[in-house]
């Protein structure tokens, strides 16, 4: 059985995973000269906007260009399936944690991370397929070897675009609910102070310079 | 002082004879390197740096433009203009189908006008920025300018008008704007002899509701004697029920006005109540009159204007309303009537007079309670010129026109005629400060210099006349702007600039009041406009009798339908253009060869229509006139025109491009639609209205 605290903790951690029903998962933010006030993407459990209302409108109206398919949240099913899974996990994170059973909780937390993954890997896809499947009989603008996939984390170059793409606080959310998900399974359950399993100790400051020469010795 | 004045009208005469002497010879020669006016580094003072904006928003009348201008303070740039009373050929104004109900008036379709006055409208005597009121001197209008959409939204045509030039002022909190009339003529105007005007002709001063866009609407008119009214200004504060106007050619003469207008020692400054008015016509003591004029409204949501017709207008007389007029004895027709920030003082700048003249409220108040009157003009009470006066500015210069003021207790007055702002003292009417303008301001404005709260920063001066401060430019020559700096002891020049038409009189506000209001497009869903291109099944082509419909989108970079076949000589051919962009700042423009009116330009999520009537046989192209994009010039297309009775069917060929655009743009359709969208590809047949019986569903109207 779970400690008290861990199934608070577990709790929680399911309860933080509704943020990510209100908030945007994802935000990819495009920059150039003559978008001074910037055009960006939200991805959201069950649908993609603009920052703006009218971004995703004007993203696909500058995607044509480069031959890019028209991004439309309607014919994208994992944004019918997300809300759902989401939706799926929160319940049984609570039922999870009010049964307390110390498997049944590592069970959950192997389905969660399995999802995550599964999720990033997914978005990352869809990415590549927007950015490499490209209409490019009929596309006006033709960069030989030019593909136009947006970064999963981090910032890009892209033609005259700069996009740069973070998680959004959903993805924060749900990350962070993910992070406490396994303190709480992997926690020691008594309250003696010992140290806690390897998995989830701190690694001391400092502790990874030794490595760093010797391997590059090696 | 004698000395001043004499040199003075010495001077001016010279440089007239100089002049009418260049006029004959040659240009002038160039001026030699330096500064004429401006001393020490003013330059950091108007310098805005690039990629930042200027502290003022200031729009300048046009004059004989008929326009408006933008310009930004202090840098002097000119930002935009706006058409109000004249075609504007640059972006359709006027010429497309949904502007031009704009323009019309009950002497039909009027495209120009003399653009004087300006006039923001106020809250509490302070500009609230919600519109800018403009008028039309020549064919009286009075029109309302957004200062969201930053366009004309509203145009009111006054009846029983000869020339609206006291006008577009407003009352403290914009309940009303007024106008009134420069020419007298016989109200309601008829055939009669001009000899006959004394006595016959009448002067006029609407009161026109103003407090909601869209419902102008002249409340009524006061009949008043045959004078020329030429300027005024509504009180504030203890005066804001009353408005005050400058009147001339109390001579009433019809002929020779400069000799014979200019006899009077005094003419007087009309002091008009309006809450004692509004309060006669609701008891019933006005008169409704037959009367024939327009009121124009932009529809907010088709964007397309409409002509109301107005058969009637309530007026008023003096005699029906006990306590509603008095004028007050002011030497020697005067100009400008101006009120101080407090209400207490009314500056008239006397354009012949050796003085300014400056009457107090609170005088006036205790004249009227004192029955202090001077006879009477057609039984309107004049009050006595002492009972009135609070003080007399001596020596202000040659031709005082109009004063603002700075809001520190200082007022500053434009003098024509010796060419100088002249800064003096409430008060103690003592000058102290004058500096000169190059070359004869008539008007000056201070941002808020006619409100209860002047920024007394920068005075802008406007010049009638500009010679060679230049760059010569052959014998037309931009009028002349200079910017001063008022904020210490001594006003100091800081720029020159050139204007557009003649601006007469500005209004400035603080860019931070509306600069986060601007709109940015219009949005796509809510477009009601009959013909608006939301959706792909809407653009097509259709044929009424000799009248040909064309629904059109653009976007970047194609117009749908591109290519059309069918049309014939003598056909009428309306290009309805929806600009189906949901982006700031991207315009597109529509043109097609032979067109006899002008380009459209079609702002994002609105429709406009361009009439055009082919009369050559022949492929005539039609592209986008306004650089969208990289591929702006492939936005194209072609009109095929046969012969009358020819047997080409209508045809119109559509971009899948542009349709689907159309349909994402408008959020509409199912899923399992849209990816039927998808399926449509580029190498499948074009769609087409003539043989196709789901063309509807693809993008095009079938034909009738």
Redesign the interface.
């Known amino acids: 059985m779970l400690s008290t605290s861990n199934r608070i903790l577990l709790a929680a951690a399911s309860l933080l995973l509704a943020l990510a029903f209100v908030f945007p998962l994802w935000r990819i933010v495009l920059q150039a000269p003559q978008y001074p006030?910037g055009l960006g993407l939200e991805i959201h459990v069950n649908t993609v906007t603009g920052v703006k209302p009218?971004d995703l409108?004007?993203i696909?109206?500058l995607n044509?260009?480069i031959g890019m398919?028209?991004i439309?949240p309607?014919?994208i099913p994992e944004l019918r399936l997300m809300p759902l899974a989401l939706g799926a996990l929160l319940a049984s994170g609570l039922l999870v944690a009010l049964v307390g059973r110390r498997t049944l909780a590592r069970l959950w937390v192997g389905v969660f991370l399995l999802g995550a993954l599964a999720g990033v890997a997914d978005f990352w896809y869809w990415q590549y397929d927007y950015g490499h499947n490209l209409d490019v009989e009929?596309a006006?603008?033709k960069v030989p070897g030019m593909t136009y996939q947006p970064p999963l984390f981090g910032t890009k170059k892209l033609l005259n675009f700069t996009a740069t793409s973070w998680p959004a606080i959903g993805g924060w959310a749900a990350f962070s609910a993910l992070a406490l998900a396994i303190v709480a399974v992997t926690r020691r359950n008594d309250s003696t102070g010992r140290a806690v399993p390897r998995a989830t100790r701190p690694a001391p400051v400092g502790a990874s310079l030794p490595v760093g020469p010797s391997r590059s010795l090696t | 002082m004698r000395n001043r004045q004499t040199f003075g009208w010495i001077a001016a005469t010279a440089s007239v004879s100089l002049v009418a002497g260049y006029g004959f010879g040659c240009t002038p020669a160039s001026r030699p390197g330096g500064t004429v006016g401006a001393a020490g580094d003013v330059a950091s003072q108007v310098y805005v740096a690039p990629g930042t904006h200027d502290e003022f928003y200031a729009f300048l009348s046009g004059g004989f433009s008929g326009q408006l201008s933008i310009v930004g303070l202090p840098s002097g740039r000119l930002l935009k203009v706006i058409p109000v009373f004249s075609q504007y050929p640059e972006n359709g104004y006027g010429y497309s189908e949904e502007t031009k109900p704009m323009l019309e008036t009950s002497y039909g379709f009027v495209p120009w006008d003399d653009l004087h006055h300006t006039a923001l409208s106020h809250t509490d005597s302070k500009a609230d920025g919600r519109w800018i009121f403009v008028n039309g001197n020549n064919t009286p209008r009075v029109a309302r300018v957004d200062l969201t959409h930053m366009e004309t939204a509203e145009i009111l045509e006054i009846p029983n008008t000869g020339g609206n030039h006291a006008s577009p002022f407003v009352t403290a909190n914009t309940e009303y704007v007024v106008s009134a009339s420069r020419f007298s003529i016989p109200v309601p105007n008829r055939d009669m002899p001009i000899a006959e005007y004394k006595g016959n002709f009448k002067g006029v001063v609407s009161f026109i509701n103003a407090s909601e866009a869209g419902k102008m609407d002249v409340a009524f008119q006061l009949i008043v004697p045959g004078f020329n009214y030429d300027l005024a200004r509504a009180g504030k504060g203890p005066s804001k029920d009353w408005i005050f106007f400058t009147s001339y050619n109390t001579e009433e003469a019809a002929e020779k006005l400069e000799i014979n207008a200019s006899k009077n020692d005094k003419d007087f400054v009309a002091a008009v109540n309006w809450k004692r008015l509004e309060s006669c016509v609701g008891e019933g003591k006005g008169t409704r009159m037959d009367a024939d004029y327009r009121h124009n409204v932009m529809d907010e949501f088709t964007r397309a204007g409409r002509t109301e017709t107005k058969r009637s207008v309530m007026t008023i007389l003096p005699s029906a309303c006990e306590g509603a007029i008095y004028y007050m004895p002011t030497p020697k027709s005067p100009h400008g009537a101006d009120v101080d920030p407090t209400g207490e003082y009314i500056v008239a700048g006397g354009k012949l007079a050796t003085v300014i003249p400056v009457h107090s409220f609170s005088k006036m108040q205790q004249a009227i309670k004192d029955q202090a009157f001077d006879g009477d003009a057609y039984g309107v009470p004049i009050l006595k010129y002492e009972a009135t006066i609070a003080g007399e500015v001596q020596d202000p210069g040659l031709g005082p026109l109009h004063t603002e003021f700075d809001g520190k207790g200082y007022a500053y007055t434009s003098v024509f005629i010796s060419s100088e702002i002249v800064k003096w003292k409430l008060g103690t009417w003592e000058v102290v400060d004058r500096i000169p303008t190059y070359y004869s301001v008539g008007h000056l404005m201070i941002p808020g210099g006619d409100s209860r709260e002047p920024f007394g920063k920068y005075a802008l001066a406007m010049n009638k006349i500009t010679k060679d401060r230049y760059l010569p430019t052959g014998m037309e020559l931009a009028h002349s702007a200079q910017l001063y700096d008022i904020s210490g002891d001594k006003m100091k020049l800081l720029l020159d600039f050139p204007t557009h038409g003649e601006p007469h009189y500005a209004n400035a506000l603080p860019a931070s009041l509306i600069k986060d209001r601007q709109a940015k497009?219009f949005r796509l869903a809510e477009n009601r406009h009959p013909q608006v291109v939301r959706a792909a099944k809407e653009t097509g082509i259709e044929r009424r009798g000799k009248t040909v419909h064309v629904r059109m989108s653009a976007?970047?970079?194609s117009f749908s339908p591109d290519n059309i076949e069918g049309v014939q000589v003598g056909d009428t051919v309306l290009f309805h253009v929806t600009n189906i962009?949901?982006?700031?700042d991207v315009p597109h423009g529509f043109a097609v060869m032979g067109a006899t009116n002008a380009e459209l330009l079609v702002m994002p999520g609105e429709t406009r229509t361009l009439k055009w009537v082919p009369t050559k046989a022949g492929i005539h192209p039609m592209y986008c006139t306004d650089f969208c994009s990289?591929?702006h010039q492939?936005m194209q297309g072609y009109v095929r025109v046969s012969p009358a009775g020819s047997s080409v069917p209508l045809t119109a060929v559509s971009s899948r491009?542009s349709q689907?655009?159309a349909r994402?743009?408008s959020g509409e359709g199912?899923?399992a639609e849209?990816?039927a969208l998808?399926q449509l590809r580029?190498d499948r047949p074009p769609v087409t209205t003539a043989t196709d019986p789901h063309a509807a569903h693809r993008g095009t109207s079938p034909q009738r």
Not at chain 2, 581 to 584: F, H, L, S, V
């Open positions: 006030e009218q409108q004007n696909n109206g044509h260009y398919k028209a439309e309607d014919t009929n006006p603008i | 497009f976007v970047r970079s962009e949901q982006d700031w990289a591929l492939e491009r689907q655009m994402l743009n199912t899923p849209r990816r998808e580029p």
